[in-house]
């Protein structure tokens, strides 16, 4: 365990969550706890809302679920607003976060009592989490994938949330168009130059991500290939395509398209269809990949971004592990905890009784039906 | 609600349909409505009714305006040879507060925006077509730099091109997402100057 405290010092620029309370969000009704620096261990039986928890973190931070779960999923079945509200301190400087939800409205969030948009709080915050349906990465369907890349690379490149913003707006309007039988042609402009900056920016943060994490999985793994490959659906791509050669592909395809478009009433050329492709082992993890393999992999993955994230923000990202030792022994999670090297903040869920050795590093709470007590 | 007057109850869910006011605000007004002298409230019923009565639009260039044609389109100092097309009545406020302007107006009347089923037909783009003639030297468009705004920007550039008339866009001066008519005048004339060509 000697590689986790020297992991915890060290540290120059850190993110933490110094409080957080919570209502109305999943089996979480009312909530209010204190955390420390270091290690947070939320300790409870399945469904307690120890899961929840990260969610809750996650969603404080960065304005949404890491799951991408809808607002009207995380609201609690009672009750018609879910409510988060924090004190989180980024680079020396502490921050009054509140994310709040109305059923039926939008979502509000507030950055020290100013309404703010996602991109601010990306621009501030930085998180990974790691989790039991990480394997949907790999094994699901291509939107969990995408959903996936946003998510993180949203954190990685500044503006790409923006832009992709703009895209989607775009999309929608020209879905609208085709649907309505209305001419799509003014909008497509937008669509390829921010479809452009999509895929550019998509194709740049996969093949560093690639490199890095096909590196974690070799060693975890014991010596398993990992590689990860971007497949955007347009034909004859280099590996260096610039902006500019995504524009020119993307016009083409999309005057290629023009008239199955308006026959199936829907877009059929952008990012919005671009595919990740893993294998595991020589072989395509989605079709072949073993639950051990994809979960593995998935931790590979969440490694290597928590490392790029590190690097590229300068500071460690607030980090979220959900049983992700739930099938190590004491030494393998050391040294997966050692292989998240420097973290400043971490929570992680556990169904065991933590071992002594990674409580007295941090604090430890009980999660019991949706309620948190200290353990200390 | 408690149990207080229909009437009152009508003022709030009236009030409430305003953009802008949820609810809460709703009532507040109400309530504030209610416990005005009367010749003050009533003054607000006249000028609400002098709004709808006296005020139509400019057949022209398709503004608000008390006579038609709008004191715009008839003012003997403007050039009549530049129109800048706009969104909505406020857009073409906020750039006439711009010194350096000194042309035309065309109102839209809002934008191409699908999802909301408004199309070319919906836009007073028809009337814009009428008013282009060889004495029309230039064509600014300056539409919200948003995606239904570029959209918009994107169409009329198209149709107006080929007629042989310069098609400008004022610049993206603008921050992505925010609305011409609450920038600033400095900010408004430097996205005017740096209008670019289609
Ligand atoms: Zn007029």
Redesign the interface.
Known sequence: MAGIISAVFHIRDKMRVISLSINGFRNLTTIRADFSTGVNIFYGANASGKTNLLEALFTLCLGRSQRGVPDSILLNWNCDVYRLEGLVETKGRQYRLAVAFQRGGRKKLTLDSVQTGLAELYSHFTAVSAGPEDGEILAGPPSVRRAFLDIYLSQYTPNYLTILTQYQRALSQKNAALRREMDPSPFEPQLITFGAKVMHARQGFLSTLGEIASRYHYDISSGEQLVLMYRPTLPHMKVETSVEGFETLLQQRISEYGDRERAVQMTLVGPHRDEIVFEVGGYPARTHGSRGQCRTAAISLKLAIYHMLREKRGMPPLLLLDEVFAELDENRTAALVDAFSGFSQLFMTTATLPPAQLKELGHCYRVVGGHIEDLA | MFNSAESVERLVNWLARLPGIGRKTATRLAFHILKLPAEEALELADIIRDVKEKVSFCSVCCNISETDPCHTCTDPKRRKDIICVVEEPMDAAALDKVDEFNGLFHVLGGR????D?I??DDLKIKELLARLNDKISEVIIATNP???G???A??LA?LIKPMGIKVTRIARGLP?GADLEYADSVTLTRALEGRQEF
Do not use: N
């Not at chain 2, 191409?112 to 999802?115: M, W, Y």
């Open positions: 191409l925006s699908p999802l089923g199309g070319p948003q995606v239904e570029e959209a918009t994107t169409y198209r992505v």
